[in-house]
Structures are given as structure tokens and as C-alpha cells.
């Protein structure tokens, strides 16, 4: 298989939220649903940080002080919805000139219902030691710990 044959990850699940409030939690909130383990700082993750505009920055904070970039927001339709650069590359490392793309989909399926479709594309242009199949995981957890907060 070369490389640009690698396969997005792909996630359909179920919130018994409403459209807006699961685009919100997913993008205001995500603070305080993704997990403290799953970051690229060198001291304790403090604060994961989505701002809410294209062009904004997505990053985390950490107590140290520091602050990780982790990519930046490609497109912003609220609340149907949101497209991510995701810019850490297979060894863990943030990398300004990688971008692949994080799309989120916030499909109504009745007032308090909504599919949300996740798609993490072009993972071909990583490279290095990231198994992609351990990045599939580990998203199927985070989205897992989203739909929970999402729910409350």
C-alpha cells in the first residue's frame, strides 16, 4: 500500500443532544471532554482551546506555562459544521507545513438528536512512527468522552 492509500478514519455516532448543543460542547466545550493523557506538551495538559472563528487556533496549555499548537480551524459553520488543520505529524510534534483535516458533520436527526459524522482525512502526509490504527482508537475514545459530555 503506498501512501496515498492509506484510509481516513471515519466515525458515525449518535448524540441525544441537540444540533446546537453538540456542535457547541464539540467546539466551546472542548475542554471539557478531551482527556488530559492525549496531548503533546512535556508537562500536564491544563486547558484544550478551540477558537470559535476560520483561522482560529487550536491548542492546548499546559502547567508549565507553555502552550502546544495543535492546528487551526479551516472552516466554521455553525452548528452544522466545523473543518480542523490537524498539525502534528507521526512522531508527535506539532508541524507548521503538515495539514491534514479533521471534519466534523452535526446532521439534525430530530430535536434532540443529532449524527455527527468525523472524518480524519489525508493521513497520508504524515510521517513517522504514528500507527494509524492506534490513531483510529484513539479517536473512537475521545469521540466516546465528546458523546458523554454532549449527553449531560
Known amino acids: 500500500m503506498n501512501n496515498q492509500e492509506i484510509p481516513p478514519i471515519k466515525k458515525d455516532l ?3 443532544a441537540s444540533q446546537m448543543t453538540a456542535f457547541n460542547v464539540f467546539t466551546n466545550k472542548m475542554n471539557s471532554w478531551w482527556p488530559g ?6 508537562s500536564p495538559l491544563i486547558e484544550s482551546v478551540l477558537e470559535p472563528f476560520v483561522n482560529g487556533r487550536w491548542f492546548t496549555l499546559h502547567e508549565d506555562g507553555s502552550r502546544c499548537d495543535v492546528g487551526y480551524v479551516i472552516e466554521w459553520t455553525p452548528y452544522s459544521f466545523v473543518a480542523l488543520a490537524w498539525q502534528i505529524n507521526g512522531t508527535y510534534q506539532y ?13 439534525p436527526e430530530g430535536p434532540k438528536t443529532t449524527r455527527v459524522k468525523f472524518e480524519h482525512k489525508n493521513l497520508w502526509r504524515m510521517i513517522g512512527d504514528k500507527s494509524i490504527a492506534d490513531m483510529d482508537y484513539g479517536w473512537g475514545l475521545i469521540l466516546q468522552l465528546y458523546k458523554a459530555r454532549a449527553e449531560l
Open 14 to 16: 449518535i448524540v441525544q
Open 37 to 42: 493523557t492525549y496531548h503533546i506538551g512535556k
Open 95 to 107: 508541524d507548521p507545513d503538515l495539514i491534514t483535516e479533521v471534519e466534523v458533520h452535526f446532521i
